[in-house]
């Protein structure tokens, strides 16, 4: 079964009454082939110091990448220039500072679907801190991303090659700057359309 390699993007601003928790969410996955890659946007709280420590104290300066804007960014802006250090082949993760993975197994069961469905694109259910309501659900096969519903939420994952086609423009407003924020619409959205209905919606609960 082929070892696919999950690179987590994680943008974070003040999170550091949630960043342990997020990032020993990644470190304790059963499966270990895994990169983080933190954007830490000009935070005024510890959260960059908590993440230093964090690497130091468990030995993962090859695995946890940790970057420290010297200017704000924002959202899309941080997904974007951390893809540009991403392989192609390479599964890309959303995993927010303030939320974490649910589940220990999640890149097991992801390696495993991954290999086994052919899939591009790899979306789970989710929870929530508040309620037990969860917005993921499957997607046809035939839709169009961009007209059906939005159902593709929270933990999800796909092959970085599918956004090398997707215009820098579709990530800018009309006043040519990066979007801040609505990174799904942004970005997930034109990856699902690039894959062509070759996605998986995974039921089990993996994203907190």
């Known amino acids: 079964m082929t070892q696919n390699k999950f690179v987590i993007i994680m943008p974070c ?15 304790a996955q059963s499966y270990n082939n895994w990169q983080i890659i933190i954007r830490d946007d000009m935070s005024t709280d510890n959260t960059r110091q908590i993440i230093e420590n964090i690497i130091s104290v468990f030995g993962l300066q090859e695995k946890i990448f ?17 893809l540009e250090k991403c392989d192609n082949e390479d599964i890309i993760c959303r995993l927010d500072g303030d939320d974490w993975l649910s589940e220990l197994d999640a890149f097991a069961i992801l390696n495993r679907r991954y290999n086994e469905t052919g ?3 790899i979306w789970t259910a989710h929870r929530w801190s508040f309620s037990d309501h969860n917005i993921s659900f499957d997607l046809p096969k035939d839709a169009d991303p961009y007209k059906h519903p939005w159902v593709s939420s929270h933990f999800k994952t796909f092959r970085k090659r ?21 990174g799904d619409q942004a970005i997930y959205l034109p990856v699902l359309y690039e894959a062509r209905g070759n996605w998986h919606f995974e039921p089990r609960v993996m994203y907190h």
């Open 119 to 121: 899939a591009e694109v």
């Open 66 to 82: 940790l970057e420290a804007n010297e200017e704000k960014k924002w959202e899309v802006r941080n997904i974007i220039e951390s």
């Open 13 to 27: 601003f003040n999170a550091e009454k949630t960043i342990t928790q997020s990032l020993l969410s990644v470190i």
């Open 162 to 182: 599918l956004i090398n086609n997707v215009s820098d423009e579709n990530f800018r407003g009309s006043d040519g700057e990066y979007f801040k924020r609505i």
